[in-house]
């Protein structure tokens, strides 16, 4: 089993390395983490920070951008069976 966690991020370096880092250390014995990260556009660090934590990552126009709309295409870019949001 897959789980899927959906992070919309925008400049979102301040936290996401410790966000990343603790979601890693979550006890996985009956599923796997997927990480999917769903960017609108940072200029910061962010998808290095991504990166170095081997997320999957997608891309959403700023002028494309609404809550819902990010979380729809994050879940149809995830593969997991249960699907986790969290805001960056």
Do not use: P, W
Request: no cysteine.
């Amino acid at each position: 089993m897959i789980v899927s966690i959906i992070i919309r991020t925008l400049n979102e370096e301040r936290y996401l390395y410790e966000l990343l880092n603790e979601i890693n250390k979550q006890k996985k014995n009956n599923f796997d983490i997927e990480t999917v990260i769903i960017d609108s556009g940072s200029d910061d660090n962010t998808i290095e920070i991504a990166n170095s934590f081997n997320s999957k990552i997608t891309y959403i126009k700023k002028n494309e951008f609404t809550f819902g709309r990010s979380l729809n295409l994050g879940s149809e870019f995830s593969s997991g069976d249960i699907l986790v949001y969290i805001s960056g």
